[in-house]
């Protein structure tokens, strides 16, 4: 398996703008997260998934950010509007299921917003 | 999930044994402890986990107290490319219950 794969690894973008991250996780994965990381903030982690449903989303910042997971192998988390405060790596990862398993996660998207 | 402690920096010089401590004194019975480290600008990346027992493996050993209020991570002969932010998680996953959540972490400086 390639492990988890992000796309963009790169995306730069003006203010206003939609942007969508995507995140292909580890085939047979049963859990997906998506993190934010700056700076200021560490690693947040935004939402996760369980089974394709999402499970707790009280990490996402606010209505502008929202996360999909239309089947086992995609998900996707859109910024609509963006801004420049957003700017930050996003990282997914992907876990299976039961107490014991380790989270892989990808290189991360790093967003810029100008 | 419960919380962790580490501390902000430690150093360790090339080729020593570098021990990195963590206190989760309100681990409850079914969670686990998690060692991640993240290299300058990767994605973090998975260590060693653990839930009662001492573990080991290629990378690091994993002494958890045998009260689990604590856990150490042992990289026994560090290099300068374990230099990185080295961060302890407990995690229970049990259900559709199973969040990943990163505290601030240890930044190692492995020095020559």
């Known amino acids: 398996d390639a492990g988890v794969i992000q796309s963009p690894r790169h995306e730069v973008t003006e203010m206003g703008q939609e942007v969508t991250l995507r995140c292909k996780p580890i085939?047979?994965?049963?859990?997906l997260f998506w993190y934010r990381q700056t700076m200021m903030r560490g690693l947040e982690l935004l939402i996760y998934?369980?089974?394709?449903?999402?499970?707790?989303d009280s990490g996402m910042p606010e209505d502008r950010f929202s996360a999909k997971m239309p089947n086992a192998s995609f998900s996707t988390l859109k910024i609509q509007p963006s801004e420049p405060r957003d700017s930050a790596v996003y990282f997914c990862?992907?876990?299976?299921?039961?107490?014991?398993?380790?989270?892989?996660f990808g290189q991360g998207t790093r967003l810029t917003v100008v | 999930d419960a919380k962790t402690t580490q501390p902000t920096s430690m150093d360790c010089a090339e080729g020593r044994a570098a021990n990195l401590p963590c206190n989760h004194s309100?681990?409850?019975?079914?969670?686990?402890v998690y060692w991640y480290r993240q290299i300058h600008s990767q994605g973090p990346q998975y260590i060693i986990h653990?839930?009662?027992n001492n573990e080991t493996n290629e990378m690091a050993s994993l002494i958890i107290t045998e009260d689990r209020k604590s856990s150490t991570l042992i990289l026994p002969h560090a290099t300068l490319r374990d230099t990185a932010v080295y961060y302890c998680?407990?995690?229970?996953?049990?259900?559709?219950?199973?969040?990943?959540?990163f505290g601030k972490g240890t930044k190692l400086s492995v020095k020559p």
């Open positions: 998680i407990v995690r229970v996953v049990w259900r559709s219950q199973g969040n990943l959540i």
């Open positions: 998934f369980n089974n394709n449903v999402p499970i707790d």
């Open positions: 309100t681990i409850s019975g079914n969670e686990y």
């Open positions: 990862a992907s876990s299976s299921q039961g107490g014991g398993t380790e989270a892989f």
């Open positions: 085939s047979g994965h049963d859990y």
């Open positions: 653990g839930l009662k």
